[in-house]
């Protein structure tokens, strides 16, 4: 139980600082839950939903750290103990790049995306930030 805890409100974080660096180093378009806003609830372009698509992204990156707590409660992840922090940071990074193929489906074939390679090596380095972060914060178990 302790690291569905540690894995919601590492999910939290690193989805902040993943946010921070999106924001940082983006090019100021709307980000793909701006999009899906504006496709499937909004009559707006992306612009107009920048805060449902931030707060999307939020409740996503929330989830998917609960998901990697309830995999490393059930021991689930292969790389090493995920209640240390080699295992946590390892089991993060391949989680990482695992939720980066899914939002790049995600992407294309619902709302039709399709990054460029420049976008997409930002994307890449972003969930990777958002896997070390949540393993790392998994893995000392700071919850």
């Known amino acids: 139980m302790a690291f569905q805890l540690g894995g919601?409100?590492?999910?939290?974080?690193?989805?902040?600082?993943m946010t921070?660096?999106?924001?940082?180093?983006?090019?100021?378009?709307?980000?793909?839950?701006?999009?899906?806003?504006?496709?499937?609830?909004?009559?707006?372009?992306?612009?107009?939903?920048?805060?449902?698509?931030?707060?999307?992204?939020?409740?996503y990156g929330t989830g998917a750290g609960f998901v990697y707590g309830?995999?490393?409660?059930?021991?689930?992840l292969a790389l090493g103990s995920p209640g240390a922090l080699t295992g946590g940071v390892l089991n993060?990074?391949?989680?990482?790049?695992?939720?980066?193929v899914g939002a790049v489906g995600w992407s294309r074939g619902v709302i039709g995306m399709d990054a460029d390679p420049k976008q997409m090596g930002l994307m890449t380095f972003h969930h990777v930030l958002y896997g070390l972060i949540l393993g790392a914060f998994v893995g000392l178990q700071l919850v």
């Open 92 to 100: 993060g990074l391949v989680y990482g790049l695992i939720l980066m």
């Open 70 to 76: 309830l995999l490393a409660d059930g021991e689930l």
């Open 8 to 17: 919601l409100i590492g999910g939290i974080v690193a989805t902040v600082v």
């Open 20 to 59: 921070g660096s999106m924001m940082a180093l983006g090019d100021d378009s709307p980000p793909p839950t701006a999009v899906l806003w504006a496709k499937f609830v909004g009559d707006q372009g992306p612009e107009a939903y920048l805060p449902q698509g931030m707060a999307l992204h939020l409740l």
